[in-house]
């Protein structure tokens, strides 16, 4: 079964502090995975989309790692601010059935003051 | 203004009752989709469209209709809500036909609240 697992489900940091959020996933065949990023009361908004080829992929702050060996991805943020606080949903896209997307239930990252 | 745009962002009705939830896109996009999204759970796809002659079910279809009015509006209508249709709805689109490269781009979302 295609499956999306990100961990923790929630995650509080200070102000200034790096986090790490994981993505595992049992998709296949795989053809990409992206992050978005959904603040409160809005749309999620899409991060980065990385490939089969890609492993390493960054968007400002925010570092994403793919090893699709594994099948594990990581989000990387750098130097958090509070308007980092949003949910981060890892979202893997299926080769096959019309390109499926197979969404993560999302990790709550708070950053505080 | 927003590139999508979803209306009502806020609805509250009785079980039973009639509803719709519209979606407009100025990005020119093809593909358009409805998602729902529930505490806990990951975004499900309830309906998608290719173009105004294509709509396809998603995997949580049952209790839900849409209509393609024109390349950029795609409704969502609960012909009879219950409550366990509360969640928060999401409308999408992209521009690739290849979803498998294809950006969503996400609307702000309509809260539905059935009682």
């Known amino acids: 079964k295609n499956q999306v697992e990100q961990s923790p489900q929630s995650l509080i940091i200070l102000e200034g502090k790096n986090c790490t959020l994981q993505c595992n996933y049992t998709v296949s065949p795989f053809s990409n995975l992206r992050w978005y990023k959904q603040d409160t009361g809005r749309g999620p908004v899409s991060l980065t989309i990385m490939t089969f080829s890609e492993n390493t992929k960054s968007n400002g702050r925010y570092t994403a790692t793919l090893d699709a060996d594994t099948k594990q991805s990581s989000l990387h943020i750098t130097a958090s601010q509070l308007s980092d606080s949003a949910s981060y949903i890892c979202?893997?896209?299926?080769?096959?059935?019309?390109?499926?997307?197979?969404f993560g239930q999302g990790t709550e990252l708070s950053v505080k003051p | 203004d927003a590139d999508v745009t979803q209306t009502p962002r806020n609805r509250i009705t009785k079980t039973g009752k009639r509803i719709m939830l519209e979606c407009s896109q100025t990005?020119?996009?093809?593909?358009m989709y409805w998602y729902r999204q529930d505490p806990g759970l990951g975004l499900r796809l309830i309906y998608y469209s290719f173009d105004v002659k294509d709509i396809n079910k998603g995997e949580i279809s049952d209790g839900y209709s849409v209509s393609r009015q024109a390349q950029a509006k795609f409704s969502l209508s609960l012909e009879s809500a219950i409550p366990n249709q509360t969640a928060l709805y999401f409308c999408?689109?992209?521009?690739?036909?290849?979803?498998?490269?294809?950006?969503?781009?996400f609307g702000e979302g309509s809260r539905l609240t059935v009682l």
């Open positions: 990005k020119g996009h093809d593909r």
């Open positions: 999408a689109t992209s521009e690739s036909r290849d979803s498998n490269t294809g950006e969503l781009f």
């Open positions: 979202v893997v896209s299926a080769n096959n059935q019309g390109g499926k997307l197979i």
